[in-house]
Nanobody, 121 residues
Framework: QVQFVESGGGLVQPGGSLRLSCTAS????????GGWFRQAPGKQRELVAK???????NYGDSVKGRFAISRDNAKNTVYLQMNSLKPEDTAVYYC???????????????WGQGTRVTVSS
């Protein structure tokens, strides 16, 4: 069973930046797509970014042009660089491996604790 640990969240003003990290317990991101999800209070968890084994990145419409996902296979880690943050980005952010499809779905049903991002002035 793969475990994920997310970090890097915090309180930031609108327009600010954060860099989130997700470390997996095994080298899963070397073999499959990795992704970042977020869940705001009262909202459904949504996929915001993913990166394939070959390095192809895709983003949800709400974060395109502002977020960038990257991967370091040697560290079993996926990153999410978040720029030009908006209050609507406020959520707990989670990572997981993905089963590619339309839509992509989480590969594992056990989630980490997530890392909380709060965008507020």
């Amino acid at each position: 069973q793969v475990q994920f640990v997310e970090s890097g969240g915090g309180l930031v003003q609108p327009g600010g930046s954060l860099r989130l990290s997700c470390t997996a317990s095994v080298s899963v991101f070397s073999f499959v797509t990795g992704g970042w999800f977020r869940q705001a209070p009262g909202k459904q968890r949504e996929l915001v970014a993913k990166i394939t084994r070959g390095g192809t990145a895709n983003y949800g419409d709400s974060v395109k042009g502002r977020f960038a996902i990257s991967r370091d296979n040697a560290k079993n880690t996926v990153y999410l660089q978040m720029n030009s943050l908006k209050p609507e980005d406020t959520a707990v952010y989670y990572c997981n491996a993905l089963i590619d499809g339309i839509p992509p779905t989480p590969m594992y049903d056990s989630w980490g604790q997530g890392t909380r991002v709060t965008v507020s002035s």
